[in-house]
């Protein structure tokens, strides 16, 4: 068994695309889109593992430089707060290699072909192409690499049974945020099905959403219309992005159209206009039979007024019923009022370590910094619980 490193999605090996069929996140033409419209802290690099010349895994490793002014915005926090801020700042500030996708949740980061290598010889494979990227950056940058990550693994995921892999190379195992998942029923044909569905607190709720939007319309943009708003839609997404507390990248204003571009069909961007000017908008990824939100953006004037943000999940919701997925993805973050239209929390780990002993035996309380437990209440908007 093999590994080699790949620096860009042009130069692939032969097989790629046939292996990783089943997940659009690990596939050339959006590996391509993300190339070209990363973030600026964000190095792409992709491993190739092989049982002699064949193809038999992939992973794809991100390097992020992280610094203060990227994870933390401008929030109004406590003393204490401030000072964990610095705490965390200076542990993780810094080069990290991430197995996985830092721009979107879940678990797109590594596949093998389990008729062809073990899941730990692959693994062991990943780790050692991390060891050569992280020498490469060594040698030739003369950065350290500070901690690497294996991100976002469902529990069920049988790269758990992996615990002497991880333990031998030291990495913890740490709890996140959960992905909210809301699974198409089999009755909701349509989605006004969905919307029966619904107990009566819920199906109130929808209508005060749809007619507070007044006479703000949502319309689909093609690849000339992201063009040509590319620099409205990224300012209406910095709205968003600049209100989270913890952050670890800023998409370039290129993104949407980069992603349009590469994915055509399998990307939607949804605008919502108010006389004639864009409020807000909403992007799709579909992947298989897995509708994955995006990222979004909105006029802070009109989310509350209007509830835009409500009524984008509504959307999303529709397009995936009228469209026959099996699950619409909304990712983690705004956990209620993801509930409240019918998504589920799946909960999620990643493993970590630091290059540092002594930090990275404090990692799991680290983390929780980074990750603080949001308290919230589940909701459960349908007449049946699954």
Not at 124 to 147: C, D, G, P, T, Y
Not at 329 to 340: D, G, N
Request: proline share 2%; charged share 25%.
């Amino acid at each position: 068994m093999t590994s080699k490193i790949y620096y860009s999605a042009n130069n692939l090996p032969i097989g790629w695309s046939a292996l990783v069929k089943h997940d659009i996140f690990l596939q050339a033409h959006y590996l391509k889109a993300l190339e070209e419209a990363s973030p600026n802290n964000i190095r792409l690099f992709y491993v190739g593992v092989f049982n002699e010349d064949r193809l038999v895994g992939v992973a794809i490793v991100q390097r992020v430089q992280l610094y203060l002014k990227d994870m933390f915005r401008k929030t109004q926090v406590s003393c204490i707060r401030e000072f964990f801020k610095d705490i965390v700042s200076k542990i993780l500030k810094g080069n990290i290699l991430v197995v996985g996708n830092l721009t979107h949740t879940g678990q797109h980061g590594v596949f093998f072909n389990r008729e062809d290598i073990s899941q730990s010889a692959y693994l062991e494979s990943v780790f050692s192409a991390l060891e050569n990227i992280k020498k490469e950056i060594k040698e030739k940058q003369n950065k350290k690499i500070r901690a690497i990550m294996f991100k976002d693994y469902f529990l069920n995921d049988g790269i758990h049974t992996e615990k002497s892999f991880f333990n031998s190379h030291k990495l913890y195992k740490v709890s996140v945020q959960p992905n909210m998942i809301m699974k198409i029923r089999p009755e909701w044909k349509v989605f006004d099905n969905y919307i029966a569905n619904k107990t009566k607190k819920y199906r109130g709720r929808y209508k005060r959403a749809k007619k507070k939007l007044g006479t703000i319309t949502c319309h689909e943009l093609d690849l000339e219309a992201i063009k040509n708003n590319a620099t409205k839609l990224h300012g209406l997404y910095l709205n968003v992005s600049n209100n989270a507390k913890f952050n670890t990248f800023l998409l370039p204003e290129n993104h949407f159209y980069s992603l349009k571009f590469h994915l055509k069909e399998n990307f939607k961007v949804f605008g919502y206009y108010l006389n004639n000017r864009l409020v807000g908008f909403f992007t799709l990824i579909l992947n298989n039979k897995d509708l994955e939100t995006y990222f979004l953006g909105y006029d802070s004037e009109h989310q509350y007024a209007n509830q835009l943000y409500l009524n984008m999940l509504y959307r999303m919701a529709n397009y995936g019923i009228d469209n026959a997925f099996s699950a619409i993805v909304y990712a983690r973050t705004a956990m209620e009022i993801k509930s409240s239209v019918g998504a589920r929390p799946e909960a999620m780990a990643v493993y970590m370590k630091h290059t540092n002993n002594f930090v990275n035996g404090l990692l799991k309380q680290i983390f929780r910094l980074m990750n603080p437990k949001q308290d919230w209440k589940e909701r459960h908007p349908f007449k049946q619980i699954d």
